[in-house]
């Protein structure tokens, strides 16, 4: 057996080092778990110092590191980056490879320049005898309080890799929630912006043409549609203040969405629209029940990973991604505080379905709660993924027919005179 040097978190979270006698590193950390400790860092005797020896060093280090790749450090990055990241360090730490041996291996091997700057800083940060909660905090816009809450409650508990791969799972399926519900808002949107281009294209460009070519043939007498559709162009085209109508109608369309945009990120602005978006028929009930899977999901993994209920509340508030379901959580937080039951706040805000509070009743009677509501969330994003699937088959021959109409009326708008002045000829 050889001697192994470690620096490990106690139950408390606090720092302690020593040597323990194994084969080899993953036996001493095995070794380090039966004694209730967790093993941020394990070395053999003779190959290599800890970093409570060369703890000064490290954090030299990490300082010159830090200023040679400034601007990146602790930037954003995609969230599949970050789950893949999460997924692969709890593979490497349940293998049984250390915290930090496992970070450089990530760190060396990862192609996001963002991310790979920003693990080298936590290794960094690590060796010099930061705890690995408190390294992630460091870059909040990285590492949001779900992600750093639930690694600090996996390092108290000795069950870090556990906690990642929790974690790992609930960003994979939040994003696949999302990407539901991005397809299902985005797709109406993309044919309505095809839609515009196209008429707008017709009108500047190609009915003129055919103005032209029926102002020369005479004063024929022209179908209502035609004089709709070139009276249109005609008012695009007009230029009464300096540049045509249809720039005019494009800035004005560009300051609305920036107009709106900066008034939805006002207080008054977020409690309406996120209040309208709930309330709007068939995409309301989409929204809704993708809020309910996002609350029940985040709420269930703080509270299986050891996050206090209080503490998990909060969290879930601050990613509730909704103002309304967000003050309803307040609630719910409030009313735990005061030593009452969840349910009770979750019934009188109407966001929640019976169905929701029914089993958080059940859950907190049988003291299965956050398996209850892992259970309220796989529910509800079966349930998400169906609506969108019915959406979106209800939707696509819906906005075909719009563009069609679209586009056909205009064309007919063209050629329906022309077939009028053939008709003519032929008749005389």
């Given at each position: 057996m050889a001697n192994f040097q470690y620096i490990a978190l106690d139950s408390k979270g606090e720092q302690t080092t020593g040597v323990v006698q194994a084969n080899s590193d993953a036996e001493a950390v095995t070794a380090l778990r039966g004694q209730g400790l967790y093993p941020t860092q394990v070395v053999q005797e003779g190959k290599g110092s800890i970093a409570g020896k060369a703890g000064k060093k490290g954090k030299k280090?990490?300082?010159s590191k830090a200023k040679g790749k400034k601007g990146k450090i602790g930037g954003k990055v995609k969230p599949k980056v970050l789950m893949i990241f999460t997924r692969q360090l709890a593979t490497l730490i349940d293998s049984g490879l250390p915290l930090l041996r496992g970070l450089n291996v990530l760190g060396k091997q990862e192609p996001n320049?963002?991310?790979?700057a920003t693990i080298t800083n936590i290794a960094d940060s690590v060796q010099g005898g930061s705890t690995?909660?408190?390294?992630?905090?460091?870059?909040?816009?990285?590492?949001?309080?779900?992600?750093?809450?639930?690694?600090?409650?996996?390092?108290?508990?000795?069950?870090?890799?556990?906690?990642?791969?929790?974690?790992?799972?609930y960003q994979e399926k939040a994003h696949?929630?999302?990407?539901?519900?991005?397809?299902?808002?985005?797709?109406?949107?993309?044919?309505?912006?095809?839609?515009?281009?196209?008429?707008?294209?017709?009108?500047?460009?190609?009915?003129?043409?055919?103005r032209d070519m029926f102002d020369d043939m005479g004063n024929a007498e022209l179908p209502l549609i035609s004089r709709v559709v070139f009276g249109f162009s005609d008012w695009m085209l007009a230029r009464p203040l300096l540049l045509p109508n249809s720039v005019w109608i494009l800035l004005i369309a560009v300051g609305s969405y920036m107009a709106f945009g900066a008034w939805t990120r006002t207080k008054k602005g977020r409690n309406i629209v996120d209040s309208l978006k709930l309330k709007l028929p068939i995409f309301?009930?989409?929204?809704?029940?993708?809020?309910i899977a996002r609350f029940t999901r985040t709420l269930g993994t703080l509270v299986t990973s050891g996050v206090p209920i209080l503490q998990a509340l909060n969290i879930t508030r601050d990613t509730a991604g909704n103002v309304v379901v967000a003050n309803a959580i307040d609630e719910v937080h409030d009313a735990v505080k005061e030593g009452e039951s969840i349910v009770s706040p979750?019934?009188?805000?109407?966001?929640?379905?019976?169905?929701?509070?029914s089993m958080v009743d059940v859950g907190e009677e049988t003291g299965q709660l956050p398996e209850m509501l892992l259970k309220i969330a796989?529910?509800?994003?079966?349930?998400?993924?169906?609506?969108?699937?019915?959406?979106?088959?209800?939707?696509e021959p819906?906005?075909?027919?719009?563009l069609a109409l679209v586009v056909g009326a205009i064309v007919f708008a063209l050629f329906l005179p022309l077939i009028k002045v053939i008709q003519e000829m032929q008749g005389g």
């Open positions: 280090k990490s300082k320049p963002v991310l790979q690995f909660s408190e390294s992630l905090g460091q870059h909040p816009k990285m590492f949001n309080k779900l992600y750093v809450n639930m690694v600090k409650a996996g390092e108290l508990g000795g069950v870090l890799e556990i906690v990642l791969t929790r974690l790992a799972e696949k929630l999302k990407g539901k519900i991005v397809s299902a808002m985005v797709y109406p949107l993309i044919v309505m912006f095809i839609a515009v281009a196209i008429m707008s294209f017709l009108m500047l460009f190609i009915v003129p043409k055919f309301g009930d989409i929204q809704r029940k993708s809020a979750m019934t009188g805000s109407g966001i929640f379905p019976n169905l929701v509070v796989d529910v509800y994003d079966d349930e998400v993924d169906s609506a969108v699937t019915a959406l979106t088959s209800i939707l819906i906005m075909i027919v719009i």
